[in-house]
């Protein structure tokens, strides 16, 4: 495959799994199974839901299998989301909160619904035309993201992964307020993280986080001429971000999904750029 194409994560994978146990019978499952090649990966049971469970099973740990398909060469992560969308894509007062979940999950790698108004005699609903990209290609966000868990343990930084995933994990369940105040500990951690290991003997006679930043700042680690950092918190890029990430509070209905997938998208592409700048460092 030239082209690039997004892999969707195990939670997506599992929602669209759901949805598509809604597929009337497991001989028309099976016959699917067959039509991408996947009888054999994935074995047929007596029910729709342990069919899927297998395909669920099979599609988490090999998201990027390679199947065949009207359209040409698709990697299964992505087949499962469209053809859940094909076959179920109208998202109306039933199942709400069943497409959200999914569109959530999506947006964790960079990726949303494509949706269309519509109407008709039940009502007002969306229709779910597709998945795209949720920022331009060049961002790169989930190779980034998933760079970023990789440099984060190895450089033993285990206190801001763990705000970080807790920052996912939040985006994923809607809980947008909590993602911010994840995404700004995620970010005060980095920083103190990065101050002990590069200089652990001074590190440790900082007393808090912002003298600590002050260190990184005196051994021209951020640097101050080009305002990454200063002591003043209104004109230098840190400060600024960390009051951007605060700004909202903490009380459900303050936030928006927006709101929380912006601060989670630039505290990864902040965190990667100061990640490698210790690999210049060591």
Known sequence: MTARQPTVGVGAITIACNILEGIPTNAELE????????????????????????????????????????????????????????????????????????????????YALLKEAGGDWDGEYQEITGIGLAMPEFDGLPESSSEVDTLLAGYGLSVAGVHLDSAKKNIAQGNWEAANSQCRAFLDALTDGIADRLYPAESATRRDGLQKRQ????????????????????????????????????????????????????????????????????
Request: glycine letters at 10%.
């Open 215 to 282: 260190l990184l700042a005196e051994k021209d680690f951020l640097s101050r001429q080009k305002h990454e950092f200063g002591d003043s918190n209104g004109h230098a890029f840190l400060p600024g971000l960390a009051k951007l990430l605060h700004s909202d509070g903490a009380h459900p209905g303050i936030s928006t999904k927006h709101g929380a997938l912006f601060r989670l998208q630039i505290v990864v592409v902040t965190a990667r750029w100061l990640l490698k700048r210790i690999e210049q460092t060591s």
């Open 31 to 110: 016959s699917l199974l067959l039509e991408y090649g996947l009888s054999e990966a994935v074995p047929g049971r007596r029910s729709i839901s342990k069919t899927m469970l297998e395909l669920k099973k099979f599609a988490a740990t090999h998201p990027d299998h390679v199947v065949h398909t009207g359209y040409g060469e698709r990697i299964l992560s992505v087949v499962v989301v469209e053809e859940a969308i094909q076959r179920f894509g109208r998202r109306s007062g039933h199942n709400v909160e069943m497409w959200d979940r999914l569109e959530r999950y999506l947006n964790l790698g960079g």
